[in-house]
């Protein structure tokens, strides 16, 4: 049974650009949450999907969004990328909202020169 | 108020040592408290998770304990392990409204010596 899979592993990118995340979720699970986390910091929630929908948002500007496809993968895009943008990106998910069952994928590390 | 305080930021402790981590909340919506290990290059795994109508849940050698009217929880870590050397997150979490997600602590590095 595959966890959550996150692609690409390492992106790098430079300032301005836009960039897109990919994440598959967890056979059974239909809830996607994504986060950031700096290094030496822990995960700040971004947002959270579910039925195709944005149901949860952080405090994150607008140039993250994301996107939920029919059958739960998500994305997560970032435009006019900063430097402080660069960390790794963590989806994570559950069925329906459960805390108690979430699971991390492995993340994306972004690096913006 | 979403606000998730953790400390130490690190730890040293000899091999059998016993590792205490803190953490203290302040938002009361927050029902769920699990507990998080992260190596380098990989997400985080769970660990233990505690909810509030209990004080103390044992897994292994792995405890929290949580004083509700502090809003505070810890984790203890009995007879620490080399493979224990990691980076630990607290989080805190709810099932309505604003906390239907995790909000989780600063991290404390903790590093177990043979």
């Known amino acids: 049974d595959a966890g959550v899979t996150q692609s690409p592993t390492h992106l790098i990118k430079t300032r301005g650009q836009q960039v897109t995340l990919r994440c598959s979720p967890k056979?059974?699970?239909?809830?996607v949450s994504w986060y950031q986390q700096a290094l030496g910091q822990g995960p700040q929630f971004i947002f959270q999907?579910?039925?195709?929908?944005?149901?949860q948002r952080g405090n994150f500007p607008d140039r993250f969004s994301g996107h939920q496809f029919p059958n739960y993968s998500s994305e997560l895009n970032v435009n006019a990328l900063l430097l402080g943008d660069s960390a790794l990106y963590l989806c994570a998910s559950s069925l329906r909202w459960n805390p108690e069952k979430l699971f991390f994928g492995s993340g994306t590390q972004l690096s913006v020169l | 108020q979403q606000q998730v305080k953790q400390s130490p930021q690190s730890l040293i402790v000899q091999k059998g040592g016993i590792s205490i981590i803190n953490c203290a909340y302040e938002n009361t919506a927050f029902d769920y408290f699990p507990w998080y290990q992260q190596f380098p290059g990989k997400g985080p795994a769970l660990l233990i998770a505690?909810?509030?109508?209990?004080s103390e849940k044992k897994e292994g050698r792995f405890t929290i304990s949580f004083n509700k009217s502090a809003k505070q929880f810890s984790l203890h870590i009995m007879d620490s392990q080399p493979g224990d050397s990691a980076t630990y997150f607290c989080?805190?979490?709810?099932?309505?409204?604003?906390?239907?997600?995790?909000?989780f602590g600063s991290g404390t590095q903790l590093t177990v010596l043979p």
């Open positions: 505690i909810r509030p109508d209990v």
């Open positions: 999907y579910y039925e195709e929908e944005e149901r």
């Open positions: 056979s059974g699970h239909d809830t």
């Open positions: 989080a805190a979490g709810g099932t309505s409204g604003s906390a239907r997600q995790l909000t």
